[in-house]
């Protein structure tokens, strides 16, 4: 059978999940800095934006809501976007300093290994997740109570998708003050042309293209598949998206970290 049987596959998961966990904790400032950003959007943002844009009953929602309560979903996608980048970045890291060449080397598939490390950051962002939904809670964001248990298989599909994202974009990248470079470039527009802020039939109402651009983003589909979990319905189309993105993100990131045919473990200049 495959190295030391099911127990030493799960012995390596648990280790590579606990690596994961210590450096989360020993990190505590990446804690406050990912609560800090959806917070500032929906005590600063949220309030002023709540005069000017009113929004008209869109689905899930079955009445008017507020701005805040609109944005809210969009704002835990934020933040599994930041961690699934945040999570690349320190493995572009372990790449230049050797442990993730280390790791490579085991007995265990490449796929297992990536894919290890990949859930354990994951489950950090649902972590982060809910501690901003308790925050929400008592600013006056109160989704129904059984939303809080029926959003767990979408952060878990959408975080998945987007640290495969970033895992992919990591594996094409050499140098770690490159991929903060592309941090930017990426996260920014992922999340600003998307329906994380707006409704996408508003977005048509100013420009067709930029709703069109706004529909192909992952991460309104992400976006939409928490809003509609949050609230007990299932988006289908978000759900096959971020289903289908998750497979070519993280089978591209697989095959780059293959030594063989991609950049992500080959020697500088090699």
Request: glycine share 10%.
């Amino acid at each position: 059978m495959s190295a030391g049987g099911m127990t030493g596959w799960w012995v390596a998961f648990a280790g590579i999940s606990r690596r994961e966990t210590l450096r989360f904790v020993n990190q505590r400032g990446r804690f406050l800095a990912a609560l800090v950003r959806p917070l500032v959007w929906l005590f600063i943002f949220a309030a002023g934006f709540r005069a000017v844009l009113g929004l008209s009953i869109t689905a899930p929602y079955q009445t008017y809501v507020l701005y805040e309560v609109y944005v809210t979903p969009g704002l835990c996608a934020m933040i599994q976007l930041f961690n699934g980048m945040q999570s690349s970045l320190s493995m572009v890291y372990d790449r230049e300093t050797g442990a993730m060449r280390t790791l490579l080397v085991s007995p265990y598939p490449r796929w297992f290994l990536l894919a290890s490390k990949l859930v354990a950051g994951v489950i950090v962002s649902i972590i982060q997740v809910y501690t901003f939904l308790l925050i929400a809670w008592f600013w006056g964001i109160h989704p129904p109570l059984a939303g809080f248990l029926a959003v767990l298989p979408a952060l878990l599909l959408s975080g998945l998708m987007l640290g495969a994202m970033g895992l992919f974009l990591s594996s094409a990248i050499r140098q770690l003050e490159n991929f903060a470079g592309v941090m930017n470039f990426v996260i920014f527009p992922m999340f600003f042309a998307s329906s994380a802020l707006y409704p996408l039939w508003r977005m048509r109402e100013s420009s067709v293209l930029l709703h069109d651009i706004c529909a192909l983003n992952p991460f309104t589909h992400s976006v939409e598949l928490i809003r509609f979990a949050l609230y007990l319905q299932v988006n289908w189309l978000s759900l096959g998206v971020v289903l289908g993105c998750l497979v070519l993100f993280f089978g591209g990131a697989v095959l780059m970290y293959d030594p063989g045919r991609g950049l992500g473990i080959r020697r500088k200049g090699g």
